[in-house]
């Protein structure tokens, strides 16, 4: 069968129609936005490997894995917003917000510590309908929004936690009714083959799973990139923009409430200026991933293997018995290089269209 169609024009020119050219296995795979992290992810595995003894023992798997997915987590809903075109730079200090409201209500309130985390729940998926609303509203960048919504919620954690409890950081509410099945659901662990797991890798591993489906399987999934690509060209063929965005943001203030459950339930206590700068971290990990600044473009598992990248190098670096002040560097040399890699990958494959 021929791959061609051919189709004579007006002047008897042959033309050829690309929707019926095959596209060959190479070609699929030189398009995949996760293919420069993937060889990213690989050289630092190799790197370490050969620098790093100890990086290769079974026990540091879970170590490694586990500082991914403590990233990882946010790094999914991160990568659906930028492919939709935005930014959330809140996204850190939401995280502590959410463990904040959780302990603080569970204290205050002497109420079972699931209530606390069901309000917390309520409460965090409210600002990120509060950033998605703002956003659609007064179509100010996302940038500004967050940015706006970042410093208000920097300053809320502190003063209210000072005014609550006297000090910067929480009760312990290790002795509540609920807190250990809480803990088993957010911050448990468990053992295979002798190797120690924690749960929020299965969190993690499944949110990509679920991220993945929904961006390929599903219409809100085609939403998603045609909101990144143009946002009036995508109302102009009826996609629900402001939905599409408000549901991005609740995305992104779900998964911080997982994240947050977990930074509660594994030391009881939270120190209310934590979080700061991690949104930038999250943001670097779906751009090694695939995901371009401009939206439109990337891919969930993109942003577990730079969610990835980031466990084996701040873990690495510990292994090899580096100063650990290095990380930030080659987290930034990680973040150009990725960048040059997948811009590259993508113009050959444009070349060869």
Same mark, same amino acid.
């Given at each position: ?10 002047? =008897? ?22 293919? @420069? ?6 050289? &630092?595995?190799?790197?370490?490997? #050969? ?14 894995? $586990? ?8 790094? &999914?809903? &991160? ?12 996204? =850190? #200090?939401? +995280?502590?917000?959410? /463990? ?18 069901? #309000? ?11 950033? =998605? ?28 936690? !000072? ?7 929480? !009760?312990?509410? /290790?002795?509540?009714? @609920?807190?250990?099945?809480?803990? !088993? ?55 629900? +923009? $402001? ?7 609740? @995305? ?14 594994? %030391? ?6 934590? =979080? ?9 990990? /779906? ?9 439109? $473009? ?16 701040? !873990?690495?670096?510990? $292994? ?6 290095? %990380? ?26």
């Amino acid at each position: 069968m021929s791959s061609t169609a051919p189709a004579s024009g007006p002047s =008897g020119i042959d033309h050829v129609d690309e929707r019926l050219l095959r596209t060959t296995p190479l070609k699929k795979l030189l398009a995949r936005p996760e293919l @420069g992290s993937v060889v990213g992810a690989i050289a &630092v595995f190799v790197f370490f490997s #050969v620098v790093a003894d100890s990086f290769l023992k079974p026990s540091s798997l879970g170590t490694v894995l $586990y500082a991914a997915s403590t990233i990882g987590i946010m790094a &999914v809903p &991160v990568a659906l917003l930028m492919i939709g075109g935005e930014f959330d730079l809140s996204a =850190g #200090v939401l +995280v502590t917000s959410s /463990a904040l409201i959780s302990s603080m209500f569970s204290y205050q309130m002497t109420a079972n510590v699931w209530v606390g985390v069901g #309000v917390s729940l309520l409460v965090t998926l409210a600002i990120g309908v509060f950033n =998605g609303f703002m956003l659609t509203r007064t179509r100010l960048p996302s940038f500004i929004i967050t940015l706006g919504t970042f410093l208000m919620l920097t300053g809320l954690n502190l003063g209210l936690t !000072k005014l609550i409890s006297g000090t910067v950081s929480t !009760k312990t509410i /290790a002795d509540m009714e @609920g807190f250990s099945s809480a803990r !088993k659901l957010f911050a448990s662990q468990l053992t295979i083959g002798g190797v120690e797991f924690k749960v929020t890798i299965l969190w993690w591993f499944g949110l990509v799973a679920l991220a993945t489906w929904i961006l390929l399987r599903t219409r809100f999934g085609n939403w998603i990139f045609a909101v990144g690509g143009g946002s009036d060209a995508a109302r102009a063929v009826g996609v629900p +923009v $402001y939905r599409t965005k408000i549901g991005l943001y609740m @995305g992104v203030a779900f998964c911080a409430w997982i994240s947050g459950q977990h930074l509660l339930f594994s %030391f009881d206590v939270v120190q209310s200026g934590e =979080g700061v700068g991690n949104e930038l971290i999250y943001i670097i990990a /779906a751009v090694i991933g695939g995901c371009l600044i401009t939206g439109g $473009y990337g891919s969930a598992i993109g942003s577990a293997v730079g969610a990835l990248i980031f466990g084996m190098t701040s !873990k690495g670096i510990v $292994y090899a018995e580096w100063n650990p002040d290095w %990380f930030k560097f080659f987290l930034g040399a990680m973040l150009l290089l990725a960048t040059l890699l997948n811009a590259w990958i993508r113009k050959r494959v444009e070349a060869t269209k």
